[in-house]
């Protein structure tokens, strides 16, 4: 008698990238640059669904040119588009985002941070950052 196994294949596990994330995959010179980038490379090759939000892009696309230039964000830029989905910050979203802010009366978050947090409960995910603010409002934070 022959016993098989059936491998389990993984679920997708959803990962909401934030700007901290994205600025430490493209800066060298960042301090989280190498552990950004390996975690990056080890949730594409394992077919994670990848998320970020049209805010965070806004606000990553402003850092990465002031601070490093058009050429590396335009880099970023192109290979992300391949590997990352854009959930588009919708009104009703942006209303959630502001209310989340106004009643922490502007204290210690962004409103990007507010959408950010909002759209990985709204998408169940776990977010890629570095910044412990995201881990304060209760959500999974990679890298752990």
Partial sequence: MTITFQR???????????TS?????????DEFHSKARELYERLIDRDNELYT?????VETA?????????????????????TVRTYWVSSDLHKEAWK?????DGARLTFVDCSTIVT?????????????????????VLPR
Avoid: C
């Fill in 8 to 18: 389990k294949i993984p679920v997708p596990t959803k990962v909401l990238i934030d």
């Fill in 21 to 29: 994330a994205f600025y430490a995959i493209i800066a060298v010179s």
């Fill in 53 to 57: 939000t049209s805010y965070v892009l």
């Fill in 62 to 82: 402003a850092l990465v040119h002031h601070r490093l230039g058009f050429q590396p964000l335009k880099t970023l830029m192109e290979s992300i588009e391949r």
């Fill in 100 to 104: 989340m802010m106004v009643a922490r």
């Fill in 120 to 140: 990985a409960k709204k998408l169940n995910a776990s977010v890629f950052a570095f910044d412990e603010d995201f881990e304060l409002e209760g959500l999974t």
